[in-house]
């Protein structure tokens, strides 16, 4: 154990912590996101809604915005700030839904598709630029993110 002044490390050095190296990676992937998505207006929040409701809409079922929240793994209550956010813009309409009166349905508004569409084509090319440097790790890499996810289960 590594004492400096009365804090105590289980590490030798901040790189020699996982959690802190997932932080840091997580913390670069997502300004490489941010600074590809703003020409077109989007926060990575955002986008990450829009192509949820996108992704769910291909079930054919009415989206709820807690659906939409656990497909992303969201909170509910960010979740819907997000969306108040993107009715405004004019890329989300919330409708009353059908099986539940308690609850809107989502979709996407016709002037969403192609924006949404722009969006996926710049995150995937922003994914595969910054895990390229893994070269054929990368499917390794994916397995053990897996893994890692599938304690949450």
Same mark, same amino acid.
Not at 17 to 25: D, E, N, R, V, W
Not at 49 to 78: C, F, N, R, T, Y
Not at 89 to 117: C, F, I, M, Q, Y
């Given at each position: 154990?590594?004492?400096?002044?009365?804090?105590?490390?289980?590490?030798?050095?901040?790189?020699?912590?996982?959690?802190?190296?997932?932080?840091?990676?997580?913390?670069?992937?997502?300004?490489?996101? /941010? @600074?590809?998505?703003?020409? +077109?207006?989007?926060?990575? &929040?955002?986008? *990450?809604?829009? =192509?949820?409701?996108?992704?769910?809409?291909?079930?054919?079922?009415?989206?709820?915005?807690?659906?939409?929240?656990?497909?992303?793994?969201?909170?509910?209550?960010?979740?819907?700030?997000?969306?108040?956010?993107?009715?405004?813009?004019?890329?989300?309409?919330?409708?009353?839904?059908?099986?539940?009166? /308690? @609850?809107?349905?989502?979709? +996407?508004?016709?002037?969403? &598709?192609?924006? *949404?569409?722009? =969006?996926?084509?710049?995150?995937?090319?922003?994914?595969?630029?910054?895990?390229?440097?893994?070269?054929?790790?990368?499917?390794?890499?994916?397995?053990?993110?897996?893994?890692?996810?599938?304690?949450?289960?």
């Amino acid at each position: 154990m590594v004492t400096t002044g009365d804090v105590r490390f289980g590490f030798q050095s901040p790189g020699d912590s996982p959690g802190f190296l997932l932080l840091q990676i997580t913390q670069l992937w997502q300004r490489r996101q /941010r @600074a590809a998505l703003e020409p +077109l207006n989007l926060t990575h &929040g955002q986008f *990450v809604l829009l =192509a949820g409701i996108g992704w769910l809409a291909k079930m054919g079922e009415p989206i709820s915005q807690v659906q939409l929240a656990q497909h992303v793994e969201a909170d509910v209550m960010m979740t819907s700030e997000v969306l108040r956010s993107l009715e405004r813009k004019g890329l989300v309409e919330r409708t009353p839904h059908p099986h539940d009166s /308690r @609850a809107k349905a989502l979709r +996407l508004t016709p002037a969403a &598709g192609p924006l *949404v569409n722009q =969006a996926v084509e710049i995150v995937e090319q922003v994914d595969r630029e910054f895990f390229a440097v893994l070269g054929d790790n990368l499917p390794h890499m994916l397995d053990l993110m897996q893994r890692l996810l599938d304690q949450d289960e």
